[in-house]
């Protein structure tokens, strides 16, 4: 039945009935009810799209973060990057140039990361690609590090084995200077005082006073010491690398054979024994079996303008001893 209404009609000054239909009533229910739905979904739409929930901002929020280590950790390996270059640019062209070893090629330092895709499993994310070249940028910087390293295990040890050479190598005089009445003869062709015939003096003489103390000139082995009839009370002192050194006359040896000794210490004194005519110390310097000028040698005790000195010295015609 059609639910009654009233209206009020101002002709006749009376209300009158309004028959309103069930089914009218129906459809505007059914409309708001529609109304109120499209206005709740659109409402959803609105706060799901501009509102994020509590999950979504603390999401959010790491992802934020993660993007920022990201961008940090690529500025740190470009900074490590940079640094690794400058150090093997030094490697070749100082370290490895100075002690005479092959520069390590570009392909070995950076051999091993072509080819294969070893990132496959980095597929799939937000930010692969920045990931995978990360990770990839690591990879190689690691083997980078790692043939650096051995390369300058190899630097210390040749720096090692050049310090035993140069610690070797014959470099000071075998009497001290303020010890030296005079430099009696160098390395030359002179007058033999005795056999009276000229002859190749392979060696240098240095004029002291019996007992002065004589001293090797670089780290080695005394391979020989007693007596000659040319060089009387002599001493020869292998150094390694080829070089050999021999101290001739000595009124006293101090050092025994088979004995290890560093440069400067005291292996005898200067003396007039074997064939000579006055009291001096006659100093030898042999590389591989070759006789060698001393003045070259000396490089380790004077200055300069004693070196300058003691080869104008070595050089005049001055009086032979041996």
Do not use: C
């Not at 509590?54 to 992802?63: D, G, L, Q």
């Amino acid at each position: 039945m059609a639910k009654v209404k009233y209206y009020y009609d101002a002709d006749t000054l009376s209300y009158r009935k309004i028959a309103v239909k069930k089914s009218e009533y129906y459809k505007k229910t059914i409309f708001g009810f529609l109304a109120v739905l499209l206005i709740a979904f659109i409402g959803f739409i609105v706060f799901s799209q501009f509102i994020m929930s509590p999950n979504e901002r603390a999401v959010n929020r790491e992802n934020e973060n993660l993007q920022f280590n990201l961008d940090l950790l690529s500025k740190r390996i470009s900074e490590s990057s940079t640094i690794l270059n400058q150090l093997q640019q030094r490697d070749n062209n100082i370290y490895r140039m100075y002690f005479e070893a092959n520069p390590i090629p570009d392909e070995q330092r950076k051999a091993g990361f072509g080819g294969v895709n070893r990132y496959k499993s980095l597929d799939g994310y937000d930010n692969s690609k920045m990931i995978k070249q990360l990770t990839m940028d690591v990879d190689i910087l690691s083997k980078q590090m790692v043939v650096q390293s051995k390369s300058l295990d190899e630097i210390v040890s040749l720096a090692k084995e050049k310090e035993k050479m140069l610690a070797s190598i014959p470099a000071i005089l075998p009497v001290k200077l303020v010890d030296l009445t005079r430099m009696a003869s160098g390395y030359k062709w002179r007058m033999h005082p005795i056999l009276k015939i000229r002859k190749f003096h392979k060696g240098m003489d240095f004029t002291a006073s019996v007992g002065t103390p004589i001293y090797a000139s670089g780290n080695g082995k005394v391979t020989r010491s007693g007596r000659s009839a040319t060089f009387g009370r002599v001493v020869y002192i292998e150094h390694g690398y080829g070089y050999k050194t021999i101290y001739a006359h000595m009124s006293k040896i101090k050092a025994k054979r088979g004995q290890k000794v560093k440069r400067g210490d005291l292996i005898g004194y200067v003396g007039n024994t074997g064939r000579s005519v006055s009291a001096h110390l006659h100093y030898e310097i042999h590389k591989n079996g070759r006789a060698l000028n001393p003045i070259n040698f000396y490089y380790g005790d004077l200055t300069p303008e004693e070196f300058a000195a003691m080869q104008k010295a070595a050089e005049e015609e001055g009086q032979s001893y041996d």
